[in-house]
Each structure stands twice: as C-alpha cells, then as structure tokens.
C-alpha cells in the first residue's frame, strides 16, 4: 500500500467511526435541544491551524463538530422539506466527491454526463414531456432562477445582449408561492415589486379566474407579463395550482408557465396525484428538487424545460479553452448557470438504480399515507386542530392552549421532535412534514402522543 492508499484506508474508516457514533448518538438522544451559536463558539475548537493536524487530530475536531450539529436523520426530524440519510445515495455523493469530475463537458465527466442524460430524460417522461432538456442545480431557488431566466429570453431575446430596456416586467405567482420567485426577480432586475401575487381558494390553490384579470389589467396598463409561477405542493400546506386552467390563461397570452415542483414533482410517482398533474405536459419548464422527497443528500434540484435549445439560448457563452467539440450536445457546460459544476446526478442515479421505479413509487405512497396518518391522528385528538385537510405531505394543526412556537420548542427542548412552524390564514400553526419514507407509522403516532404529553406537562407561554 502506498501512503495515499494508507490514508484514505484510515479515513474511509474514521468515517465509518464517525457514521457509527453518529447514529448511536441518535439513537440515545435522537433530538438534541438547540445550543445557542455563541456557546458553540466558546465550547468548538473551529479556528484554522498554521501547521496541519493528525488523523487523530483532525477526527477529535470533527468528531465535536459532529456531535453539535442537530440530527436530520428519520424518526423524529420533521422540521424541513428534506430528511433522510440513505445509504445508496450517500455512496453515491461520496463517489462523487471522491471522483472529482466537473460536470460541464464530456471530456472531463464522461459516463456521469450520460447518466445526468438518462435522469433528466426519464423525469422528463414521467412529466409528460416528450423532446424536453434539462439541467442539475444546486437547488430549487436555482432552479427557478433558471427558469426565469429562459422565461425573460424567451419573451425578450435582446435583453440578454442589451440588459434592461425600461420595460415594465410581471410575473405571477400565488399569495404561497416560494420566496426564491421575488428573490429571482430581485437577482434578474425585474424587481421583487413587479411579482403579481395572485389570491388562493381555500385549499390554497392559485385562483385562475383572478390571475387572468391580473394579467390583463396589466396589460392594459402597460407591464409586459413575463412568466406565471404555478406551484406543485406549496411550501407551507402542500397544495397543486390548477395546471391545466393555468395552462389554458398562459397559452391564449403566449406566456411562459413555470411549474415550481420543488417540493412536490417527486409525487408524480403517486397514481393518486395524477388529476393533480394534468397538464404537466403542457408547461414551459419545471423545477424539481430530488433533495426533497427522492431521498438523496442536499442539494440536487432539477430543471426542465419542455423544448430543446432554450438552455443554450439563455447560457450558451464562447469558451475555447473549455468547449472543444463541434457539437455541445455532450456538453452540459453550454446549458447551465454554472461554469465548474459538481456531479449532483450520481447519487439520484445511485439510489434509483437501487429502488427501481417501482420502488420509488411505493415510497412516494408512503409518505402520502404517512401524512394521511397523521391527519387521522389530529382529528382524534380532542385538544388539536387540523387546520386543513392535508393537499400532499405537510399537515397543519393547532392546540389548544399552546401557541405553535411555544409547542415546537417544547417538542425540542424535551429531546422529541424537531418540528416548524408557519402562518395560514393569520394563524400560526405547527407544519409537520411527512418527507422521509423511513418515518414508521408507530412514530407518527408517537409524535402527537409527545405533543400530548408536553401539552399537559408543560406550562407553554
Ligand atoms: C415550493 C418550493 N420552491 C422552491 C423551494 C426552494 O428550494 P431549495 O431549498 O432547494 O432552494 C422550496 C423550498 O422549500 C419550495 O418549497
């Protein structure tokens, strides 16, 4: 063995030490109560050294880090639309960490930009599209940014050569809508005051008849609409805009129509959501996060776009030292945001080759009735309040007595939940959500046994 195959020898097993502690930990305390990032400082040893350390003393810093760092892990994490630690995508990063390929030409990522290919070709498929592209993103926000982007070039093809031109731009969006949509017209000098926020029924679904009165007020006023945001599974209550409505406003005004599918693309899996994707087929691009509900590790965000050339068309640039074919259809490097680019696609492509398709549907299953469970659990608990059936996987509740932010401290403070919370309708209610597959049916109904408990032995303020 030479040294270099000693080392990583070494450290493949500190991480194997690492991974074992970790879960042990997890298992004795699997909610750590939250540390104030002051007391962190004080107690971590986080400050860079001159001269290197050991093994032994690069594992003694981490291994403090690691046991201050709160668990995400499945059984009692429900705070975030992320969760899990699954082994064939952690192999998957891992590999691709240790490979080091860059993900912008064939030349230097070879087989990965295939396997990117065949990713973005088969959820493509499973959207309904038929001759679409695609790009990997480091997350939803990016990828919607990116949408908006090939949005603005489509509706303007000079902006991108001359920048603004005092346009009124508009986009639209539902009253929840994700914040990476202003943030994205902030970014691209459309402005977060030109985002139309358009009203939601009562299962908090963008109301058609009053985006399309917005659009042609606007008009009339003279803004250019530029794009309509639709959401596949809101942030907060997980609810589908009516695509096909959408699609019929945004075709008959030659308008570009995004569907944010961050959270909930991955639900196309589930024949029980197929009314809520009807339409899918027909719109511009799509967004969707694979570090959400695919169980793979932070962050791997797809975007799609329903025809071929509108990548190139919006971040094609000229780079001799770099794109050195005649053709860039190998060349992943003409079609993205980015210029160096880490290989995101290995580990979905790891853990899909381990679950086939049929497994992710029987997950994606899951989780739904997983968060079904945990509606039935609030309706039979007389002090809880379901604020409203749940669209897809997040649930909405209230107790009686214990103000959400008070409850969800509680939860985490007593070592038994990390659980968020959010507003609807003014009230601020606790959203659980139901994103790792991993989750037994017996810890949903553990959680809201735990919010009992600390309900009746707790003074919550
Ligand atoms: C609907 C929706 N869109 C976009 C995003 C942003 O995704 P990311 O966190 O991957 O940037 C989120 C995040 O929760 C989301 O819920």
């Given at each position: 063995m030479n040294n270099q195959d000693k080392q990583l020898a070494q450290v493949m097993d500190l991480f194997t030490t690492l991974l074992d502690e970790r879960r042990s930990q997890e298992r004795l305390e699997p909610i750590a109560p939250a540390v104030p990032p002051e007391v962190l400082l004080d107690e971590l040893s986080l400050e860079l050294p001159v001269q290197g350390l050991s093994l032994d003393g690069v594992a003694a810093r981490l291994r403090a880090v690691i046991e201050a760092t709160p668990s995400t892990a499945p059984g009692r994490f429900y705070n975030q639309l992320f969760g899990g630690r699954e082994t064939f995508a952690v192999l998957g990063d891992v590999l691709a960490s240790a490979l080091?390929?860059?993900?912008?030409?064939f030349k230097v990522a070879g087989p990965q930009v295939l396997l990117e290919n065949e990713l973005i070709e088969r959820m493509g498929k499973l959207m309904g599209y038929q001759d679409h592209e695609g790009t990997f993103t480091p997350g939803g926000s990016l990828s919607n940014l990116c949408a908006m982007v090939v949005a603005r070039d489509h509706a303007f093809p000079e902006f991108r050569e001359q920048g603004m031109n005092g346009s009124k731009l508009r986009v639209y969006m539902s009253t929840h809508a994700h914040y990476s949509v202003p943030k994205a017209a902030a970014i691209l000098g459309i402005g977060r005051a030109n985002i139309v926020r358009i009203p939601v029924d009562k299962r908090g679904r963008m109301l058609a008849p009053a985006l399309a009165r917005a659009i042609d007020e606007d008009v009339e006023a003279g803004y250019l609409p530029l794009m309509v945001n639709a959401t596949a599974g809101t942030t907060v209550l997980g609810a589908f805009d009516p695509i096909e409505q959408l699609a019929d406003i945004c075709e008959s005004r030659n308008l570009w129509l995004h569907l944010d599918g961050a959270f909930g693309a991955t639900l196309v899996f589930d024949e029980r959501f197929q009314a809520e994707f009807a339409g899918s087929e027909r719109v511009d691009s799509i967004t969707w996060d694979a570090h959400k509900l695919m169980g793979v590790p932070l962050s791997c965000s797809v975007l799609l776009l329903r025809e071929r050339g509108r990548l190139q068309a919006s971040f094609d640039e000229v780079a001799g030292y770099l794109f050195q074919t005649e053709d860039d259809h190998w060349n992943p490097g003409t079609r993205s945001i980015q210029c160096g680019r880490r290989n995101d696609a290995l580990k979905l492509w790891t853990n899909w080759l381990h679950h086939g398709t049929a497994g992710y549907r029987a997950r994606t299953e899951r989780m739904r009735d997983l968060a079904l469970l945990a509606a039935d659990c609030v309706r039979e608990a007389p002090e809880l309040t379901l604020v409203k059936e749940p669209e897809s996987l997040t649930v909405c509740f209230t107790a009686e007595g214990a103000p959400a932010e008070s409850l969800c401290e509680a939860l985490q403070d007593a070592g038994l939940a990390m659980v968020g919370h959010a507003t609807v309708e003014g009230e601020s209610v606790v959203r659980l959500a139901l994103v790792d597959p991993g989750t037994q049916k017996e810890q949903v109904r553990c959680f809201f046994e735990d919010v009992r408990d600390v309900m009746r032995s707790r003074a919550i303020a």
């Open positions: 080091n390929n860059s993900m912008y030409t």
